[in-house]
């Protein structure tokens, strides 16, 4: 059997799955972004349309741009205690059990079958009893459009706005190199149905509050460039934590791609004195998740990311190290 022939199996009982339960239980990634939130709003839709009942709970809390996305279904977040009665766990946009902090041992304890709809690669054993991935999607989203399609049920209009939402989110409003032909169809789709497409930029956008401007210029304040340019680094430590309500990683991140001899970036944060984690992005060939697997991270070759057991100042070298060991001839 061929990779596209076993991955085609694979999600056809990914389909069953979702035609045969019941009680799901939605959940994503620890700071569930807007591919994570858009994609549960579209499947927790689809899934009430289809008669079943629907709880969506996280590691961590959602930023509240994106509370419009609530209606029938809210972004619950885990308080530490059991969890809801279901028979289908469906984690969404990861596929990393790790990636759910202290809700992984009870979902892997639970009774519930476990289901993973995903777009990202997966390294080691496989752990779940279906998945519907293809790693060439640019939104987990995308792949919530495409069930609906197959299971031969319209996605509300609650859902294309959470089709939308993953989708613009996850490919920088249509910017970044994922976005292909299927994505730009859906999109238009999406608009065709009254998805309010300057109201969802307005809100992800452009809410920010008076003291957002400062604190990206403190963070970009510390860029530092190596390898004649190639390479960009910021970090923010937990002296200049703020509120991810007023500064978006993602923003940072763009402002550095767009320098003209910068092929990849990393912001590094401190978590804790002893941890930090990086986002690392590449506008070339360059591979960053080839670079955060050396740290046990992971994600998409031209966007990734991993959380080091280490102080800030050790991960920071590290990584910057590894970065440079990427370029050929690179130095700092």
């Known amino acids: 059997m061929t990779s596209s022939q076993t991955q085609r ?46 709880v969506i709970v996280n590691p961590d809390p959602a930023e509240r741009r994106y509370d419009y996305l609530e209606g029938p279904l809210r972004f619950g977040a885990w308080d530490g205690g059991a969890l809801p009665e279901h028979d289908v766990c469906v984690m969404l946009d990861f596929s990393e059990l790790s990636r759910t902090a202290g809700m992984a041992p009870l979902i892997q304890s639970a009774p519930s079958k476990k289901l993973v709809i995903d777009h990202h690669l997966h390294h080691g054993a496989v752990w779940w009893d279906a998945a519907y991935v293809d790693v060439r999607a640019s939104a987990t989203g995308l792949l919530v459009h495409r069930i609906a399609r197959e299971l031969r049920v319209a996605l509300p209009g609650p859902a294309m706005v959470g089709v939308f939402t993953s989708l613009v989110t996850d490919t920088g409003w249509f910017k970044y190199s994922n976005t292909d032909a299927e994505t730009l169809r859906v999109a238009g789709e999406a608009l065709e149905t009254g998805v309010p497409a300057s109201l969802i930029y307005d809100r992800l956008f452009q809410q920010r509050g008076m003291a957002h401007t400062r604190f990206v210029a403190q ?21 200049e934590r703020f509120d991810t309500d007023e500064v978006d990683s993602d923003e940072v991140l763009d402002i550095l791609r767009s320098v003209r001899t910068v092929e990849v970036v990393l912001f590094v944060r401190e978590l804790s004195p002893a941890s930090c984690k990086v986002s690392a992005r590449s506008k070339t060939d360059y591979d960053v998740n080839q670079l955060v697997r050396r740290f046990g991270g992971g994600g998409h070759r031209k966007a990734s990311g991993a959380t080091l057991a280490m102080p800030l100042a050790e991960g920071r070298a590290a990584l910057i190290q590894a970065a440079l060991e990427g370029f050929e001839g690179g130095r700092a």
């Open 9 to 54: 199996s694979e999600q056809q009982q990914a389909l069953e799955l979702l035609r045969s339960g019941r009680r799901f239980l939605l959940t994503g990634h620890q700071r569930p972004d807007g591919d994570v939130l858009g994609a549960q709003t579209a499947l927790g839709n689809l899934l009430l349309a289809m008669g079943r009942e629907v």
């Open 219 to 239: 963070i970009l304040g510390r860029t530092e460039y190596f390898a004649d340019g190639r390479l960009a680094v910021v970090d923010q430590p937990l002296s």
